[in-house]
């Protein structure tokens, strides 16, 4: 342990694991299915614009609520369900469309060890899953529908 000045904590750095999450496709949890035991602190991503938004927009229209509330509902939910294997989840939904553009921008601010999305996430086929990989620093897992997962390596 290294001397800090008074008043200041060692900080920890927690890698997390981030989990994109698609609300209008059965399958969109499917990310929840391929963590495991080393997956103790989990990043919940669902965004709240384009194609996999589209049963948020229905549940915000139904309730009278904005999307921003919806998508708090729907996370905090998913949240409940996942606390039973970590009590570590921070969720977090962001007003883009562009599900890749929005992982980056996560990567940022965050301590990531790996990505894990769900294969029926719109926009998300050989161009979109291409650009990933290529540019994104850490594993990615691709969580296919029905369960089981594939593996990608980190981008060289």
Same mark, same amino acid.
């Given at each position: 342990?290294?001397?800090?000045?008074?008043?200041?904590?060692?900080?920890?750095? *927690?890698?997390?694991?981030?989990?994109?999450?698609?609300? +209008?496709?059965?399958?969109?949890?499917?990310?929840?299915? *391929?963590?495991?035991?080393?997956?103790?602190?989990?990043?919940?991503?669902?965004?709240?614009?384009?194609? +996999?938004? +589209?049963s948020l927009r229905d549940f915000a229209a139904a309730e009278n609520?904005?999307?921003?509330?919806?998508?708090?509902?729907?996370?905090?939910?998913?949240?409940?369900r996942l606390s039973a294997r970590t009590g570590d989840i921070v969720?977090?939904?962001?007003?883009?469309?562009?599900?890749? +553009?929005?992982?980056?921008?996560?990567?940022?601010?965050?301590?990531?060890?790996?990505?894990?999305?769900?294969?029926?996430?719109?926009?998300?086929?050989?161009?979109?899953?291409?650009?990933?990989?290529?540019?994104?620093?850490?594993?990615?897992?691709?969580?296919?529908?029905?369960?089981?997962?594939?593996?990608?390596?980190?981008?060289?």
């Amino acid at each position: 342990m290294g001397s800090y000045p008074a008043g200041m904590d060692e900080t920890t750095i *927690v890698s997390r694991t981030l989990i994109l999450i698609d609300p +209008s496709n059965p399958d969109g949890e499917g990310g929840l299915d *391929v963590l495991t035991a080393d997956d103790r602190a989990v990043t919940l991503m669902v965004t709240l614009g384009g194609p +996999s938004a +589209s049963s948020l927009r229905d549940f915000a229209a139904a309730e009278n609520i904005d999307m921003s509330m919806a998508g708090l509902i729907y996370l905090d939910q998913v949240a409940c369900r996942l606390s039973a294997r970590t009590g570590d989840i921070v969720t977090i939904s962001t007003h883009g469309s562009d599900a890749v +553009s929005e992982i980056f921008h996560i990567l940022q601010q965050q301590t990531v060890s790996r990505v894990i999305i769900p294969a029926s996430l719109p926009g998300l086929e050989a161009s979109g899953l291409s650009k990933l990989l290529r540019i994104c620093p850490i594993p990615v897992v691709v969580a296919p529908a029905g369960g089981g997962s594939r593996t990608f390596s980190m981008a060289s």
